[in-house]
Nanobody, 118 residues
Framework: QAQLVESGGGLVQPGGSLRLSCVASGTIFSIYAMGWYRQAPGKQRELVATIISGGGTNYADSVKGRFTISRDNGAKTVYLQMNSLKPEDTAVYYC????????????WGQGTQVTVSS
């Protein structure tokens, strides 16, 4: 059984920064893509950023230039550095990973709240 655990959410003023972390644990043979998604109240879950095992990244247009995704393969951890935060970034942020455990599966974290407000 594998799981993802996020940390680092909270309340921040507009223009501020936060860093999210997500650690994978359990019986994991390999981690392919890892990423972050978010869901604001009344909206569908949307992709924020993804990173593959080789380091290639992809970002939503709304966060390009402000957010940076990175990963530590040895620590089975993915990070999301969020700078210049805006009120519209307020959402629950979910970690995602496609991992080879007992088969190839998609895993989701429990979510962490990010609130950008003055």
């Amino acid at each position: 059984q594998a799981q993802l655990v996020e940390s680092g959410g909270g309340l921040v003023q507009p223009g501020g920064s936060l860093r999210l972390s997500c650690v994978a644990s359990g019986t994991i043979f390999s981690i392919y893509a890892m990423g972050w998604y978010r869901q604001a109240p009344g909206k569908q879950r949307e992709l924020v950023a993804t990173i593959i095992s080789g380091g290639g990244t992809n970002y939503a247009d709304s966060v390009k230039g402000r957010f940076t995704i990175s990963r530590d393969n040895g620590a089975k951890t993915v990070y999301l550095q969020m700078n210049s935060l805006k009120p519209e970034d307020t959402a629950v942020y979910y970690c995602h990973a496609r991992m080879a455990t007992l088969g190839l599966h998609d895993y989701w974290g429990q979510g962490t709240q990010v609130t950008v407000s003055s």
